[in-house]
Structures are given as C-alpha cells and as structure tokens.
C-alpha cells in the first residue's frame, strides 16, 4: 500500500476551504488503497498568527521535521501550503524524494490586501517555493493558465468536491427572513471581499454566515444584515437552503468550496468572472458571472435551483481523488 504524508499548516479546529479539503481527500483516498499520514501544527507549540488568533502557527525545527518525516518514511509528500511547517517539509523533502505541493490560496493578493508588500516578491517567493517540487496541484484550468503566464512550472489540475448528502434543499428555514434571500458564507476579512456584498442594493434579505476579524465591525455598520457566525454540519447546510441567491465577492479565492455547497443546496451563484466562479458555473445555466456583482444577484433570481443542483452533482470527491492520484504519480513519474 503506497503511503502519502500530507504536509499542512492549515488543520482542525481551523473551519476553511484548505482543512475541508484535505479532509476530504484523505477520506476518498483511504478507500482507495492509499495509506495517509498528516503532518500538521497539532503536533508542536504553536503561536497565534497575528490578525488571525484561530490560525496557529507551530513553533518547528529543521531536525524535528526532518526526524518526522523519516520516521512516517513516505511514498509521496504533498506539501499543501507555504507556512512554517511547508517551508520545513519542502527542505527535508528535497533532500529525499522531492515532493508535490498545492496552491491553494493567493497568498500574494492576500499578504497586498494587508501589508505594503508588493505582490510581486511575493510571487518570486511562491515559485521558489513550488517550482522546486516534482509538481504543483491547482484547482482550475484558468489557474493554471495565470500561474503558467508568471513562471510557474508543472502545474496539475486537482479540482474539488461537495458532499451532495449533506448539501441540499430539502431542509426546513431555520430563520424566518423576508424574501429574497441573498447568502454568503466565508470569512470576515478583508481579503475575501465581503463588504461589496454588504453595501449592495439588494431587495429582500442579506444572510452572512462565517467568523472572522471584521465580524464585529460589520455587525455594527450593517444592522440590517443577518450574520450568524461560523457554522458547521446540517446547520450551516440549511442556512444555504435556505438562500434564493448565493454572492460570492471574493476576487482572490482559487475555488471556492462555498459555490459549490451552495449550487449542490440548489441555490445559485452570482460571482466576478474570476479563477473558481468562472470555471465552475461557466455556461451551466446554474449562475451569473458578471464584473457588476449586483446586476449578477439580481439575474439569479430567474435561474432554477434544480439546475443548481443538478450541476452541483457533477462534482464529486471520489472523481477528485482520482484526479489528485494520477497527478502525483505522473509528478513522480510512475506508472499506476
């Protein structure tokens, strides 16, 4: 049984896109036969990272992750993001076996949004980073292309998931809001866009589910807006159900697990025609894409929630896993 140690410092008790997909991937994955060991901060001393107290950086050393990682003794190494503990594994990973990495999130636009940090040496940094590795895992097709027109090298479609079962429309309204519905789920935080959504004209109700830095701030400035806070399970399902039209601000996210949670609870998509939105929803019928976000919520409204559904089935974990397989023995070039 071919063994496959991930390498992530995004892990449980963090709620994100990075953590619910690694979850799920090793879920799919063990029913296929592969061995799966996760190298993640619960395993060291940690630090808050500063603006995200909930985000816990480890406190490593070269030789302990070193000494861990020939100790787990792995087939493969998937590092999946570019913090302490990447930065550590990709080190002792180049003195093996190599590894593969995944690009998961726009840590240049994000560190921009917050910091006087031109994206630029950030970007120097992130293909130094994963131009070392056998392989880099992107999530859609229009990824690829941008990374590929900034130098980045050996890049390899790993689409994503949604679970149909606890995703879906058939759950009671858990709150009682004056129709439409507009929903959002995600962070509070300045990376994600959110308040675009905030300030938009909008008929009906505004529903904002999800926790953050700016949670508090936008309570106060936006009284007229539901925010229930992070939530999780059959909970945060029927919050989506319960959503006419789903806005995805976000200008930065790779995918966007959230637009496919919420077309799989057949509530469709208004989103900028940006990486994710765009090649998830393209002519799906199943939502908007538009450069006005508004006008975009607003055409929503005439879409069906069946055609959201039916377009949400589509995607499915075990068809991902796959995916991710095949690109990790063609990156180590073996045959399967």
Aim: a neutral charge.
């Amino acid at each position: 049984m071919p063994k496959l140690l991930i390498v992530t410092d995004a892990w449980r008790p963090q709620i994100n896109g990075v953590v619910r997909s690694i979850e799920n991937l090793v879920r799919e994955l063990e029913t296929l036969g592969i061995d799966i060991d996760i190298l993640s901060p619960a395993e060291f001393r940690t630090v808050p990272l500063p603006g995200y107290p909930e985000i816990r950086l480890a406190l490593a050393t070269p030789g302990r992750v070193a000494r861990r990682i020939a100790a787990s003794n792995p087939d493969f190494i998937q590092i999946a993001t570019e913090g302490p503990l990447g930065l550590l594994a990709r080190r002792a990973a180049l003195k093996r076996n190599g590894f593969t990495s995944s690009y998961h999130t726009r840590f240049p636009e994000y560190v921009s949004a917050r910091y006087p940090v031109p994206e630029r040496w950030l970007y120097r940094f992130m293909r130094w980073f994963h131009n070392a590795g056998r392989g880099c895992m992107v999530a859609t097709p229009s990824l690829r292309a941008e990374l590929e027109a900034k130098g980045f090298a050996n890049l390899h479609i790993w689409s994503r998931g949604v679970d149909t079962e606890l995703f879906h429309p058939g759950y009671p309204a858990p709150l009682d809001l004056p129709k439409p519905v507009f929903v959002h789920v995600g962070r509070m935080a300045v990376e994600k866009n959110v308040e675009t959504f905030l300030a938009m004209e909008l008929p009906g109700s505004k529903l904002v589910v999800g926790d953050g830095p700016m949670l508090e701030d936008f309570r106060l400035r936006y009284p007229d807006v539901t925010f229930t806070g992070a939530k999780s399970g059959a909970e945060l399902a029927a919050l989506y159900a319960m959503g006419d039209v789903f806005v995805f601000p976000s200008l930065t996210d790779t995918f966007g697990l959230v637009v496919l949670e919420a077309l799989a609870s057949g509530v469709p998509v208004a989103a900028f025609p940006v990486s994710g939105p765009r090649d998830i929803i393209g002519d799906s019928g199943a939502g908007v894409v538009d450069t006005d976000l508004r006008k975009a919520a607003l055409a929503c409204l005439e879409l069906s929630g069946d055609v959201a559904r039916s377009h949400a089935l589509e995607f499915s974990w075990q068809a991902c896993a796959r995916q991710f397989l095949d690109a990790t023995y063609q990156s180590y070039g073996i045959s399967r």
